[in-house]
C-alpha cells in the first residue's frame, strides 16, 4: 500500500526530529554522546545511563525503520474511524516510535508496555511532561535468569490486560524465551477486525536474540495466520468468528511441550555456537560472558 503524503511528512518529521537529545539530557542531567555506535545490544548498566537512552533513541530511527513506520501509518489509515477511540498496545515499545506516530490521530489512546527500567523511568518522565492522558506505561515484570549475566530476561505478559484495537510487536518476539506464550496473551486481547504489526526478524545475534524464539518462530506465524489475515507488510487483521479462539485453544495446549523442546535447541545451539556468541557479545555490548553461563541460564 502507498504511503500517503501527510503518512510520508510525518514519518520524515519523526525520524528528522532530534529534540530527544535535549530530553535525555533534562532527565538523566548529563549530555548524550554526539552519535552512537553501538547496534541495539547494549546490556543494562554495560554503560551510562544517557548513552543508552540515546542508543535506544536512534535505533527508533534507523533507516529501515522508514518502511516499517510507513506500513504501521498505512494500517492505521485503514483502521481508525473518526471520533471513535482507538486503543493502540505498544509492547516492549523502546522509545514508542510507533506509538509517537500513532498519537497523530486524536482518537488513538497508547499503552506503553517496557520491561528495561532505564527506559520505564525515561517513559514515564516522558508521559508525565507531556502531559497526555492518551498515553499510559505499562511495566512488564522480568527477572534474569541463574547466572544474572546475560541479557535473557524472563518476562512475564501476563501484566497486560484490556482489549485492544490495534498491538505493535515491533523487533520485540526474537529476544523473548517464550514468543508462543506472548503470542497467545496478546492476540487473545486483540478486538476481531484489530491490527496485528508484527516484525519477526529470523535470527541469533549474541544473547538477546533466543534460540527459543528461532525455535517457536513458525509455531507463532502458523498461530497469526490462523487468527488474523494478511493486510499490509508486516500488518495482520484479527479474524472474526470462531477460529480465532479455536486456534488459540490449541496454541495453549500445545505451548509447553513446544517450550521444552525449545530449551533443548537453545541447549544445543549454545553447545555448538557458544563461543561466537560470547564473541558477538563481548564486540558489539562490551561485556563478558562465558559460554557455561548461557548453558545455565536455559
Known amino acids: 500500500m502507498p504511503t500517503s503524503p501527510e503518512a510520508e511528512r510525518r514519518i520524515r518529521a519523526y525520524h528528522g526530529d532530534r529534540g530527544w537529545r535535549e530530553d535525555v539530557r533534562a532527565y538523566t542531567g548529563v549530555e548524550p554522546p554526539a552519535q552512537d555506535t553501538g547496534t541495539g545490544a547494549l546490556a543494562p548498566g554495560a554503560v551510562g545511563e544517557a548513552h543508552q537512552l540515546a542508543h535506544l533513541e536512534q535505533m527508533a530511527r534507523e533507516d529501515y525503520k522508514l518502511r516499517l513506520h510507513a506500513e504501521w501509518l498505512a494500517?492505521?489509515?485503514?483502521?481508525?474511524?473518526?471520533?471513535?477511540?482507538f486503543q493502540v498496545l505498544d509492547y516492549g515499545c523502546g522509545a514508542a516510535s510507533f506509538a509517537s506516530l500513532a498519537l497523530a490521530w486524536p482518537e488513538v489512546r497508547c499503552t506503553l508496555a517496557e520491561a528495561s527500567?532505564?527506559?520505564?523511568?525515561?517513559l514515564r518522565w516522558r508521559v508525565a511532561r507531556r502531559g497526555d492522558a492518551r498515553l499510559e506505561v505499562v511495566t512488564l515484570p522480568a527477572r534474569r535468569g541463574c547466572s544474572g549475566a546475560t541479557a535473557r530476561l524472563r518476562i512475564d505478559v501476563a501484566a497486560v490486560e484490556g482489549r485492544f484495537d490495534a498491538i505493535v510487536l515491533a523487533d520485540v518476539l526474537e529476544h523473548t524465551l517464550d514468543p508462543l506464550r506472548v503470542l497467545v496473551h496478546l492476540l487473545a486481547r486483540l478486538r476481531p477486525g484489530g491490527i496485528a504489526f508484527v516484525n519477526y526478524?529470523?535470527?541469533i545475534d549474541g544473547d538477546w536474540h533466543t534460540p527459543e524464539a528461532f525455535f517457536q518462530r513458525a509455531a507463532c506465524f502458523w498461530l497469526l495466520r490462523l487468527c488474523c489475515r494478511h493486510a499490509n507488510g508486516h500488518a495482520w487483521r484479527r479474524?472474526?468468528?470462531?477460529?480465532?479462539?479455536?486456534?488459540?485453544?490449541?496454541?495453549?495446549?500445545?505451548?509447553?511441550?513446544?517450550?521444552r523442546a525449545s530449551r533443548r535447541f537453545a541447549r544445543r545451539v549454545f553447545a555448538e555456537r557458544g563461543a561466537s556468541i560470547v564473541a558477538r557479545v563481548r564486540e558489539l555490548a562490551g561485556r563478558e560472558l562465558r559460554v557455561e553461563e548461557l548453558l545455565s541460564d536455559v
Open 75 to 85: 494500517a492505521l489509515a485503514d483502521a481508525v474511524e473518526p471520533g471513535r477511540p
Open 117 to 122: 527500567e532505564v527506559l520505564l523511568g525515561y
Open 201 to 203: 526478524p529470523s535470527e
Open 239 to 259: 479474524r472474526a468468528g470462531p477460529l480465532p479462539a479455536l486456534a488459540l485453544a490449541l496454541a495453549r495446549a500445545g505451548e509447553p511441550l513446544l517450550r
